[in-house]
T-cell receptor
Framework: RKEVEQDPGPFNVPEGATVAFNCTYS??????FFWYRQDCRKEPKLLMS???SGNEDGRFTAQLNRASQYISLLIRDSKLSDSATYLC??????????????FGKGTHLIIQP | NAGVTQTPKFQVLKTGQSMTLQCAQD?????MSWYRQDPGMGLRLIHY???????DQGEVPNGYNVSRSTTEDFPLRLLSAAPSQTSVYFC?????????????FGPGTRLTVL
């Protein structure tokens, strides 16, 4: 069974700190990778796509390591509003259809004042 | 744009009852899907559609039916509710069936089956 694995946490981090978490995936042929954010009792929303060369969006940096089959998310200068569950999403189908999107169970992040 | 809308927000059913969860999107998206989210598990795909008139099964289709008569609407029918179907259900849509597009989720339906 093709899997996407995340540390469920919770990660308790003081405001202003840097936090990073990883996600591993089992299918070496996977081509599309994403981080979604889900607030408590809300729907998931796209945080960022993850590109082969790595990408940055403000305080957020995503990296892909194909050799070790993991993606990472780094949050710098964390804010109270960053408290949420972060879902790793990998397309497990080499053909790339959206039905191949596989969601990790999520990493719960709590930013403390 | 309203985005993806779902009704109802909450529902309680008795075992054996049937019901339809409604989902609509106003973004002219080609791809629509239904997921369920259970505690300690990732979102799991129930059914999906790559366009009007075309549907297919996902990972956990048993006990559910779908249809897609229009681009906008993608209802999910529970045929005979069971306690194992207690879950949060999310409808999602994306511009195309290709897995590189952003998935836009509705606010979810919290279903309890007694």
């Amino acid at each position: 069974r093709k899997e996407v694995e995340q540390d469920p946490g919770p990660f308790n981090v003081p405001e202003g700190a840097t936090v990073a978490f990883n996600c591993t995936y089992s299918n070496s042929a996977s081509q599309s990778f994403f981080w979604y954010r889900q607030d408590c009792r809300k729907e998931p929303k796209l945080l960022m796509s993850v590109y082969s060369s790595g990408n940055e969006d403000g305080r957020f940096t995503a990296q892909l390591n194909r050799a070790s089959q993991y993606i990472s998310l780094l949050i710098r200068d964390s804010k109270l509003s960053d408290s949420a569950t972060y879902l790793c999403v990998v397309n497990m189908y080499s053909g790339g259809g959206a039905d191949g999107l596989t969601f990790g169970k999520g990493t719960h992040l709590i930013i403390q004042p | 744009n309203a985005g993806v809308t779902q009704t109802p927000k909450f529902q309680v059913l008795k075992t054996g009852q049937s019901m339809t969860l409604q989902c609509a999107q106003d973004m002219n998206h080609e791809y629509m899907s239904w997921y369920r989210q259970d505690p300690g598990m990732g979102l799991r795909l129930i059914h999906y559609s790559v366009g009007a008139g075309i549907t297919d099964q996902g990972e956990v289709p048993n006990g559910y039916n779908v249809s897609r008569s229009t681009t906008e609407d993608f209802p999910l029918r529970l045929l005979s509710a069971a306690p194992s179907q207690t879950s949060v259900y999310f409808c999602a849509s994306s511009y195309s069936w290709q897995g590189v597009d952003t998935q836009y989720f509705g606010p979810g339906t919290r279903l309890t089956v007694l």
